[in-house]
């Protein structure tokens, strides 16, 4: 091995974020951080596109290269899924891919108005309206409060490790 060649760690597990063009960009930061810390990897998954211009609460854009499309995705790779906030333009792709999930007994943490689309295919109408959701073996968390989705991004990272 020469000096310039660094050894990658071993993933974890591989965790799946659906995307649209409208994607809050700070949500899917927020969910990544934790999760490339506890050391696994994030792949965006896309309704259709290949790039996507997301945009951040600054309002600068953020442009996201898409692992696959959903009608693509390989569920049996991902061990998680993210629902950050923008799915809604995406909802029949995504409600398809939260359901995989679901029944799978997969992980899916959203925020913004990916709680809703998590809290309809949970059937957890009470967490619809949280900030933030994590769903472990289908029973639904809702996160509320100020710092709810860097709580939830949180838990949801360590929930992974355990």
Do not use: H, W
Not at 17 to 42: C, K, Q, W, Y
Not at 71 to 93: H, K
Not at 147 to 153: G, H, N, R
């Amino acid at each position: 091995m020469n000096r310039f060649t660094r050894r990658r760690p071993q993933l974890k597990g591989r965790v799946a974020a659906i995307a649209s063009d409208r994607l809050n960009a700070d949500d899917l930061m927020n969910a990544t951080r934790p999760l490339e810390r506890a050391g696994f990897g994030v792949a965006v998954v896309t309704g259709g596109e290949t790039m996507l211009t997301a945009r951040s609460e600054r309002a600068d854009d953020v442009q996201l290269m898409a692992a696959s499309t959903i009608g693509d995705m390989d569920f049996d790779r991902y061990c998680a899924l993210i629902l950050p906030g923008g799915v809604n333009e995406i909802t029949d792709s995504a409600r398809l891919v939260a359901d995989r999930f679901l029944a799978a007994g997969k992980p899916i943490i959203a925020m913004s108005d990916g709680v809703a689309l998590l809290a309809a295919a949970a059937n957890a109408p009470e967490a619809a309206d949280a900030p933030a959701a994590i769903s472990m073996r289908g029973q639904v968390f809702a996160a509320r409060g100020e710092t709810a989705i860097e709580d939830a991004t949180e838990l949801f990272a360590e929930g992974l490790v355990a």
